[in-house]
């Protein structure tokens, strides 16, 4: 069975630090390429992060560039998005995706106090 679950998230202050946790489960992470995108209320989802299935090629769209790391672990299956620096803007709900098989995780919300 195809799944996304996500974890980590949860209340961090303005320049702090959090890593976003994808487990997938039904194939692998490190042959499919896999994305990260947020939400917030009454707006559509944003690309923030992108990584190729071969792992050569990320991509970081957005006001988020410079500040996030996407990671895969093979041995776990999971892939991982490293967020720094962050701002009261990148409060949203944040979800991991696999556009080759179209499924979504269940999301995570971030938020970031000033």
């Known amino acids: 069975q195809l799944q996304l679950v996500q974890s980590g998230g949860g209340l961090v202050q303005f320049g702090g630090s959090l890593t976003l946790s994808c487990a997938a489960s039904g194939f692998s992470v490190t042959t499919y390429p896999m994305s990260w995108y947020r939400q917030t209320p009454g707006k559509e989802r944003e690309l923030v992060a992108f990584i190729s299935g071969s792992g050569d090629r990320t991509n970081f769209p957005g006001s988020m560039k410079g500040r996030l790391t996407i990671s895969r672990d093979g041995a776990k299956n999971t892939v991982y998005l490293q967020m720094a620096s962050l701002k009261p803007e990148d409060t949203a709900v944040y979800y991991c995706?696999?556009?080759?098989?179209?499924?979504w995780g269940q999301g995570t919300q971030v938020t970031v106090s000033s």
């Open positions: 995706y696999t556009p080759t098989f179209g499924c």
